[in-house]
């Protein structure tokens, strides 16, 4: 079992910033590909970013490409969500994911994660 611990919400003026941290535990987390997702009130789980094991390849949601970069740091087991010019529509709880271990991309797909976060609040006011 893969424990996530997220951290970095808060609250933020609509063209500011925030970064976000994911933390994971054991030795392994440069087998994972990790991404991040997103759920707004009354919406659905929906993708933002994922970054392959490796580090070299990511993929965004085209609502956030431009101004979300996705990063990863094996040697902390840690990986990052900076966003910047922050919209209103960003507000969400935002959650770390891991998985698909036998792939070397960037996976945009939550059946292709196996382990989650317990999700940080992000809120952006206009």
């Known amino acids: 079992q893969v424990l996530l611990v997220e951290s970095g919400g808060g609250l933020a003026q609509a063209g500011g910033s925030l970064r976000l941290s994911c933390v994971a535990s054991?030795?392994?987390?440069?087998?994972?590909?990790m991404g991040w997702f997103r759920r707004a009130p009354g919406k659905e789980r929906e993708f933002v970013t994922a970054i392959s094991r490796g580090g070299t390849n990511t993929y965004y949601t085209d609502s956030v490409k431009g101004r979300f970069t996705i990063s990863r740091d094996n040697t902390k087991n840690t990986v990052y969500l900076q966003m910047n010019s922050l919209k209103p529509e960003d507000t969400a709880v935002y959650y770390c994911?891991?998985?698909?271990?036998?792939?070397?991309?960037?996976?945009?797909?939550?059946?292709?994660?196996?382990?989650w976060g317990q999700g940080t609040q992000v809120t952006v006011s206009s």
């Open positions: 994911a891991a998985g698909g271990g036998s792939s070397r991309y960037a996976l945009p797909n939550l059946w292709e994660y196996d382990y």
């Open positions: 054991g030795r392994t987390f440069s087998a994972y590909a």
